[in-house]
Every structure is written in structure tokens, then in C-alpha cells.
């Protein structure tokens, strides 16, 4: 009996970790160089050898941005490294644009804030979720070096200001008996 409670708490332990987010890429520069505004979760078409790819973990968002153009959101300048195993018919191009998913009434909300502001599709972070390969595309709006100095001093701010704290806190406890 207990050996059948074990297997069952591990298949579920199992099942959990398969259904939780699985992070492949992030884009680490787009906190820093934007503002971000609001996010979006969209789906993303791929080949066979680039879904291989990256369960494998391997792509790059680093110079990616999305684009609306005639109805559909492209996502650009990511590169997703053929599958080793995939060859000549089954191979891809690494840096094609690649067509996300999501509601035309999102699409209509993208294309007229990008095109009335200026605002920009940056990809923040490539997942699996549920088995599906998921974007998260920010609204973002550009910061200029001096935004830039200005949060990385704030940050910094607050870095020390828990420091700080932290260290009260040790010195209080060190005085109780």
C-alpha cells in the first residue's frame, strides 16, 4: 500500500513539472533598454526541427522585435540553431521571421498604439506551456541613457536600502538572549 501512495505522489510530482512553465530564452538587455508597458502571451508558428531546437534549449531573443504587417504580428531576428539531427529536407532557416498567434483584437490594439505612439514589440521571454512553445511580447516604450542611469541608481538604492536592513535585523537578533 505504501509503495502505491509513493508511485502515485511521484507520477504527480512528475505531471506538476511537466505542466509548469518551461523557460527556454529570455531577453535580459529588453528590462533595461525599454520601459515596459503592458505584456502578451501569444503563440508562435514553428517547424518540426525548431520545436526540437528549442526543447533542447536553444535560441537567442536578444535582437528580436515583432512587427504588425497586414493583419499578422511577425516576430523577427530571433534565431532558433538547426536541430542537429535534422538535415536537408527537415532543416530550417535559423533567423526566418516566424508568424505569432493571437486575437485580432489584440492585433488591432498593437498596430494602433505602435503606430500612434511610438511604442515597440520586444520579445521578453520564449517557454513551453502545456507543451505549446509561448512568446511574451511587451509593449515597450525606448529609454535614453540618462532613463537608463536613472534606474540603474534607483536599483541601486534599493539594493543597499535592503543591505542595510538585512544587516539591522542580524544585529538586532545578535542582541537577544
Known amino acids: 500500500m505504501a509503495r502505491a501512495k509513493k508511485k502515485i505522489a511521484k507520477r504527480l510530482a512528475q505531471k506538476q513539472a511537466a505542466s509548469a512553465d518551461r523557460v527556454v530564452a529570455t531577453n535580459r538587455r529588453a528590462r533595461h533598454d525599454y520601459d ?55 532543416a530550417h532557416d535559423p533567423d526566418r521571421r516566424r508568424k505569432l498567434l493571437l486575437h485580432r483584437a489584440q492585433i488591432d490594439e498593437l498596430l494602433g498604439r505602435t503606430q500612434q505612439q511610438a511604442l515597440t514589440l520586444i520579445p521578453v521571454r520564449l517557454y513551453f506551456k502545456d507543451g505549446r512553445a509561448k512568446v511574451e511580447l ?19 538604492a534599493e539594493r543597499e536600502a535592503a543591505r542595510v536592513a538585512s544587516h539591522a535585523s542580524r544585529w538586532v537578533q545578535s542582541l537577544d538572549p
Do not use: N
Open 36 to 90: 515596459l508597458l503592458e505584456t502578451y502571451e501569444c503563440g508562435i508558428v514553428l517547424q518540426g526541427s525548431e520545436v526540437k531546437s528549442l526543447r533542447t534549449g536553444r535560441a537567442q531573443l536578444t535582437d528580436a522585435y515583432a512587427r504588425v504587417s497586414d493583419g499578422e504580428v511577425w516576430l523577427v531576428g530571433m534565431h532558433i540553431p538547426p536541430w542537429q539531427f535534422a538535415s536537408g529536407f527537415g
Open 138 to 156: 511587451a509593449l515597450a516604450k525606448g529609454r535614453r541613457l540618462y532613463d537608463k542611469r536613472r534606474a540603474l541608481a534607483a536599483r541601486e
